[in-house]
Nanobody, 115 residues
Framework: QVQFAESGGGLVQPGGSLRLSCATS????????MRWYRQGPGKEREMVAH????????IYTDSVKGRFTISRDNAKNTVYLQMNSLKPDDTAVYYC??????WGWGQGTQVTVSS
């Protein structure tokens, strides 16, 4: 059974940092590109960051370039998202998934940026 277990979210002040983790199981992690997505209040789910299956290529949505960094550890079947200089607009539930999604979604982890 494929599972995505996101963690690391929380409440942080503007300008703060968080590191999200997504532990995966049930598939060959190293064979898939991975993405972080987010869904803010009243918004559609959007792609935040993409990493190739060996980790040598990354893509970011414009609003997070220079602030967020995606990485992966294929030995641990885990993908990470380092988020710096957080803004209130980053408030959302964050999810990870393979690209393209093919098995469903995890519970996500809530990130709230507020003073």
């Amino acid at each position: 059974q494929v599972q995505f277990a996101e963690s690391g979210g929380g409440l942080v002040q503007p300008g703060g940092s968080l590191r999200l983790s997504c532990a995966t199981s049930g598939f060959t992690f190293r064979a898939y590109p991975m993405r972080w997505y987010r869904q803010g209040p009243g918004k559609e789910r959007e792609m935040v960051a993409h990493i190739s299956f060996v980790g040598n290529r990354t893509i970011y949505t414009d609003s997070v370039k220079g602030r967020f960094t995606i990485s992966r550890d294929n030995a641990k079947n885990t993908v990470y998202l380092q988020m710096n200089s957080l803004k209130p607009d980053d408030t959302a539930v964050y999810y990870c998934n393979v690209h393209p999604p093919k098995w469903g979604w995890g519970q996500g982890t809530q990130v709230t940026v507020s003073s």
